[in-house]
């Protein structure tokens, strides 16, 4: 068993290729916080916690990321097993309440260390691969309609054979016709999804779908608020295209009550909000328990947050709707050295130690924003 010994912790932003206009905020630079764990025999391991429009859903920021990584959470896992998530998130939780994303960028660095230790994969940690390779999503934004075609088409003809369109305009009807052009541009061949990002209330969530539903959309993602429950459950009864739940779905809590209310018939999951791969996997296991199938949610991870969601959509049966980790053709550079390989539309899932891939240290001081702090076990 070896024990986390030190610790570096960095901010970047990175510019992304355009802004990326949803209806909860616009991103124009990405800024993520990177954290790097060493174990005794100096093998280290990367996490990070991205932030697309500059905080998270449950009002983490990257400064607030920094704060309780350093004065909270490495303190108290420094000295601790790596190879012990359980015991990780256990030692984390007695040492502050909540901070999901923070928690999420140790534990992932823990799996990407202890498969580096153990000579495997992460998704053998995480149960063994049921699949090699995950269909990409492409995100298009809140833009003008010809404009979101345009882009659609271009993304298509670079191999996506997923696209997702953001909506939440002021008049619900432009979001009507937004999915009808788009569909008629890209062909039946496309799958298209639709993400309203809690943008409406239930009567309007219901009065757009009734206008797309003959457009063979996948679903329809997070149609009300986060909070509202009782709205999501009467959108999923009513609705004929099968309803997503995203931002109301950030924990195993949630994951539960929308169980319970029967609030959605798909679930997405991500890498880092639930807080960490460990919940992820869990949250996977109950979505395959309950019958609801499941995508990996992306937040313009760099190469480290994506190689983590790639391998746990690998080792997740009941994530069969893809991913949208496509942060390396969104952020205007990234940390890797090479790029995730994509073939037919898809990522191929990295088969090398650990997260798999490698990373370019220089990249990680030529977009550092802040000192790097480094954090040693005192014995």
């Not at 990321?65 to 303190?75: A, E, G």
């Not at 480290?304 to 690998?314: K, P």
């Not at 390396?328 to 899932?349: H, N, R, S, T, W």
Request: aromatic share 6%; glycine share 8%.
């Amino acid at each position: 068993m070896l024990k986390i010994v030190e610790a570096e912790v960095y901010s970047t932003k990175i510019a992304v290729e355009r802004p990326h206009e949803m209806a909860i905020g616009t991103t124009h630079h990405q800024e993520n916080v990177i954290l790097k764990l060493y174990v005794e025999d100096g093998t280290f391991g990367f996490g990070e916690a991205p932030h697309m429009v500059g905080h998270s859903q449950l009002g983490e920021t990257p400064q607030t990321v920094r704060v309780i990584l350093r004065d909270k959470i490495l303190p108290a896992i420094l000295g601790c097993n790596v190879e012990g998530p359980e015991h990780l998130m256990k030692v984390m939780d007695q040492a502050v309440p909540g901070n999901p994303r923070a928690k999420g960028a140790v534990i992932m660095a823990a799996y990407d260390l202890t498969g580096k230790v153990l000579g495997v994969p992460v998704h053998a940690l995480l149960g063994g691969q049921v699949r090699d390779r995950i269909p990409l999503s492409w995100s298009l934004p809140i833009v003008k309609i010809d404009t979101a075609v345009e882009e659609g088409l271009r993304m298509v003809e670079r191999g996506f054979r997923i696209l997702k369109v953001k909506v939440g305009r002021p008049d619900p009807a432009e979001d009507v016709e937004m999915v009808t052009a788009l569909r008629q541009a890209v062909g039946s061949e496309i799958s298209l999804r639709v993400d309203a990002n809690q943008a409406y209330d239930t009567k309007t969530a219901l009065s757009v779908i009734r206008g797309i539903e003959s457009l063979n959309i996948d679903y329809f993602e997070q149609p009300v608020h986060l909070q509202d429950l009782e709205g999501m459950s009467e959108v999923t009864y009513y609705s004929s295209i099968p309803i997503m739940a995203d931002e109301s779905a950030k924990s195993l809590t949630d994951m539960t009550r929308i169980v319970k209310f029967r609030a959605a018939d798909y679930v997405s999951i991500y890498v880092i909000g639930t807080g960490g791969l460990l919940n992820s996997k869990k949250m996977a296991i109950l979505a395959e328990t309950y019958l609801m199938r499941a995508y990996v949610g992306g937040a313009l991870e760099s190469i480290i947050g994506a190689s983590a969601g790639l391998h746990l959509a690998a080792s997740s049966s009941a994530i069969d709707l893809g991913c949208e980790m496509y942060g390396q053709y969104m952020l205007k550079d990234d940390f890797g050295l090479q790029p995730l390989v994509m073939e037919e539309g898809a990522l191929i899932v990295p088969t090398a130690p650990g997260l798999g891939f490698e990373l370019d240290e220089s990249k990680l001081e030529k977009y550092r924003q802040d000192s790097m702090e480094r954090f040693t076990w005192e014995q």
